[in-house]
């Protein structure tokens, strides 16, 4: 196993608050990590620590020598009267022209170069960060709430490029989220975060741990992870895109409560409740 990067005993003080404490952590080439916790619970400052946007103030953080990140952070701010378009803002990584190109195509953006960045929608704008982070050829690719604003179709699509993603680059995954249905189903490992870690493991163990159902309640989702297989899969706006195919042009057209349903040739099956 090809160690990326391994936390032992981190923690984080701010202000006199402990953030973190005493938390172990590793990711290894090929894996996808994910983070769960409620709100407060230290996540997106363990992103930072590993990311070396902050520091800590005790425990040791081991990076492999060649590490590269690409980070999603979970909200991107700026000027919404910056005129800058989206083959604009990936030029700023300093990739070539063709590079920024082909990363456009693989996250099927390539529609939106000349989109001004205020006028995307969460799901575009997530596709965007994906490919600058793309770009950076990462073998560690960190997603802070990568699934945000983006609705139900959107986020199943992003999940699977997420994991197309980590095959093609051969690099691990480090993923903080809530939506605990849909990424179980897509995880190797999970890490169930509450300042410390309150258990770790296989999502359908960490499922029935105490402490994981002390956190979520009794009600928190038992997780069960089915093949969800289509013969068509949905594009950045949500409309049917057979495989193979093209979108009609009618199914082009930005998703709306009417074009929402769709029909396929066999039962769906997803991850739910029990």
Same mark, same amino acid.
């Given at each position: 196993m090809s160690e990326l990067i391994q936390l032992d005993g981190l923690s984080l003080q701010i202000g006199g608050k402990l953030l973190l404490e005493q938390v172990n952590l590793r990711v290894i080439k090929g894996e996808i990590v994910t983070l769960i916790g409620p709100n407060g619970a230290g996540k997106t400052s363990l992103v930072k620590l590993v990311c070396g946007l902050l520091q800590p103030s005790a425990g040791v953080i081991t990076r492999a020598q060649d590490l590269r990140i690409g980070y999603v952070p979970q909200r991107l701010a700026f000027d919404a009267t910056l005129?800058?378009?989206?083959?604009?803002?990936? !030029? %700023?990584? $300093?990739?070539?022209? /063709?590079?920024?190109?082909? +990363?456009?195509?693989? @996250?099927?953006?390539?529609?939106?170069?000349?989109?001004?960045?205020? !006028? %995307?929608? $969460?799901?575009?704008? /997530?596709?965007?960060?994906? +490919?600058?982070?793309? @770009?950076?050829?990462p073998s560690l690719l960190i997603l802070?709430?990568? !699934?945000?604003?983006?609705?139900?179709?959107?986020?199943?699509?992003?999940?699977?490029?997420?994991?197309?993603?980590?095959?093609?680059?051969?690099?691990?995954?480090l993923m903080v989220s809530h939506d605990l249905h849909w990424v179980m189903a897509k995880t190797d490992t999970v890490y169930?975060?509450?300042?410390?870690?309150?258990c770790q493991g296989a999502p359908e163990l960490v499922s029935q741990h105490p402490e994981y159902l002390q956190l979520f309640g009794q009600n928190a989702p038992a997780i069960a992870i089915y093949t969800h297989h289509h013969d068509h899969h949905h594009d950045l706006h949500g409309a049917v895109v057979p495989h193979g195919g093209q979108a009609s042009s009618a199914a082009t057209k930005r998703f709306s409560p009417s074009t929402r349903s769709h029909s396929c040739n066999h039962p769906h099956t997803t991850p739910h409740k029990h």
């Open positions: 005129p800058i378009t989206v083959a604009g803002f990936l !030029a %700023l990584t $300093g990739s070539s022209s /063709q590079a920024i190109q082909q +990363a456009m195509v693989r @996250l099927q953006i390539d529609d939106l170069a000349s989109s001004l960045l205020h !006028a %995307l929608s $969460g799901g575009e704008l /997530q596709r965007v960060l994906l +490919a600058r982070a793309f @770009l950076r050829r802070d709430e990568p !699934a945000q604003g983006v609705d139900i179709n959107g986020q199943l699509e992003l999940y699977q490029t997420i994991a197309q993603l980590r095959d093609e680059l051969n690099c691990g995954v169930c975060l509450n300042r410390h870690i309150c």
